[in-house]
């Protein structure tokens, strides 16, 4: 892998950048492998890197039915933070959030991450009492937070309307000055070229039809473009389609897939430089680098695979973010897109052995499964080579659903997450 | 946008008036008292989230506020059929 430097942008300007290396390659799937991620998206090449960089398991390939990073990874609002309220939920998040912090400098690509901090805020006295019992939850826990009065949120985002006069007026906020944004195409692009110099084999335009079984465990997949593949174990990481991936092995999950809608406006000059979500007015925004506003709220409704939603929802969400910010009124929105999103009952993901022997979900991440993206990877990787759930995994186990051990995060998954 | 027929209305009215209730023909166990846990978790988390042909559970929420079923392609999200609860559809596949 040619390193990325400053140095070494130095000396390609004097070729006038004609002789970058490819940043991955294009190879052709071999008959076997130790380890197939079905799934092409950040967590899948998060879990193929960790699976090679701290598990030495480099016989591994990740099969992508479109191209990498084209699916929720593309389509998400790039937010990151890790103030869940439960204790599995937030160490997991946290965990995720410890990755982030170092990450541009493990993979050697910048990924942009900007901790700017993130605003939940509250507009009733039970969004404060909530705000209070979760940042006080998340200190126990070891990750920042803050309670702010509606001065304070006044100070942070003097744009907002945090007047008395306000529909909803603001009487508070959670603040996580950790958390913040991350260029959403850059985690993907960063994780498969460090996969790929490590030796895993990406594989796109390769979609997966089927599983071979014996004896009630996987043995390979079935491809579209390369026919049968062998594997020791699968891992299948594939967001909105998991319950279609579940379905051919045999097994239900309890997810349902749903749009879910975002937008931005046309880049404007710097106007809000943290993350503000509220769930009760149920609208986030943030503004990117690039100087548009990121806007996304709930999702549709009804079940979809087809990557777009009602009209209706747009208004919703647009309506939210001209309640807080009068002054956006007049902002011209520049596109608008949806994804499908896994949801799962109680908001929290499954990453989880199956009634297949040596078949793998990593899904149902729902709304916020960006935030999670390096500490999904990582643990989901540490499942697969071991062949059982790491530590921080076990809780989201899928057989949570029979035992009755929800964990319980919708309050802190917010608007969507 | 949906535009939709309430068999109860009879009339088409837009999907903002109507509110999506997930997956219809979910019937409560029988003997509640003898359901095993994977049986209850079966009925009240594990759905069947098709991609296709989907059966579901809509209310008129703000017109005639009854509930009634939708068969729904949820990749083209072309409806086929609306139809009151009680009914069963005709579009099966």
Avoid at chain 1, 52 to 64: P, R, S
Avoid at chain 1, 172 to 185: I, L
Avoid at chain 1, 355 to 378: H, I, M, Q, R, Y
Avoid at chain 1, 385 to 399: C, D, I, N, Q, T
Wanted: glycine share 10%; with cysteine; proline share 4%.
């Amino acid at each position: 892998m040619q390193k990325y430097s400053g140095f070494g942008l130095f000396k390609h300007a004097l070729s006038h950048h004609e002789n970058w290396q490819r940043v991955w390659r294009n190879p052709t799937p071999k008959k076997k492998y130790d380890v197939i991620i079905v799934g092409g998206g950040g967590h899948g090449l998060a879990t193929a890197y960790y699976l090679a960089k701290e598990h030495g398991i480099t016989n591994v390939a990740v099969l992508e039915k479109g191209y990498l990073g084209g699916g929720n990874t593309a389509r998400n609002t790039t937010i990151v933070r890790s103030n869940y309220l439960w204790d599995e939920a937030a160490h997991l998040y946290e965990h995720a959030m410890k990755l982030w912090e170092g990450l541009s400098q493990d993979l050697n690509y910048n990924v942009m991450f900007s901790q700017r901090g993130v605003l939940n805020l509250g507009h009733t006295l039970q969004d404060m009492r909530d705000i209070e019992r979760r940042v006080n939850a998340n200190r126990l826990n070891g990750i920042d937070g803050e309670v702010l009065d509606a001065k304070q949120v006044q100070e942070i985002v003097p744009m907002m309307d945090c007047s008395e006069n306000a529909r909803y007026p603001v009487m508070g906020a959670s603040w996580q000055p950790r958390g913040g944004v991350a260029r959403h195409d850059a985690v993907a692009w960063g994780y498969a070229r460090a996969a790929d110099a490590l030796g895993v084999d990406l594989i796109q335009q390769c979609e997966v039809t089927g599983f071979e079984m014996e004896d009630g465990a996987v043995v390979g997949v079935k491809t579209l473009k390369h026919g049968s593949i062998a594997a020791g174990r699968v891992g299948c990481v594939t967001a909105g389609n998991s319950g279609v991936m579940a379905k051919m092995a045999g097994f239900k999950l309890p997810l349902e897939s749903h749009p879910l809608q975002a937008l931005v406006s046309e880049p404007i000059k710097p106007i809000l430089d943290t993350v503000v979500m509220s769930n009760h007015v149920h609208g986030y925004v943030s503004q990117s680098d690039k100087g548009d506003l990121v806007i996304g709220a709930g999702i549709d409704g009804y079940l979809g695979y087809g990557q777009r939603g009602s009209y209706s929802t747009i208004e919703h969400t647009v309506q939210a973010i001209v309640e807080m910010f009068p002054v956006f009124s007049r902002v011209r929105m520049n596109r608008q897109w949806g994804g499908i999103v896994d949801t799962c009952p109680d908001a929290c993901p499954i990453i989880s052995a199956t009634p297949v022997e040596n078949l793998f979900f990593n899904c149902g991440w729902g709304t916020g499964g960006f935030k999670a993206t390096p500490g999904s990877g990582n643990v989901f990787a540490a499942t697969l080579a071991k062949g059982e759930a790491h530590e921080l995994a076990k809780p989201f186990s899928m057989f949570r659903f029979h035992d009755g051990s929800l964990i319980d995060e919708h309050g802190a998954a917010g608007v969507a997450h | 946008m949906f535009d939709i027929y309430c068999p109860h209305c009879q009339e088409y009215r837009e999907e903002e008036e109507f509110h999506a209730s997930g997956e219809a023909h979910i019937a409560r166990p029988l003997d509640p008292d003898n359901c095993t846990d994977e049986e209850w978790a079966e009925y009240i988390y594990f759905r069947k989230n098709p991609r296709g042909i989907h059966h579901e559970l809509w209310v008129h929420a703000a017109g005639c506020r009854k509930f009634f079923n939708i068969t729904r392609d949820t990749q083209t999200y072309e409806i086929k059929e609306t139809y009151k609860v009680g009914e069963q559809p005709t579009v099966t596949e």
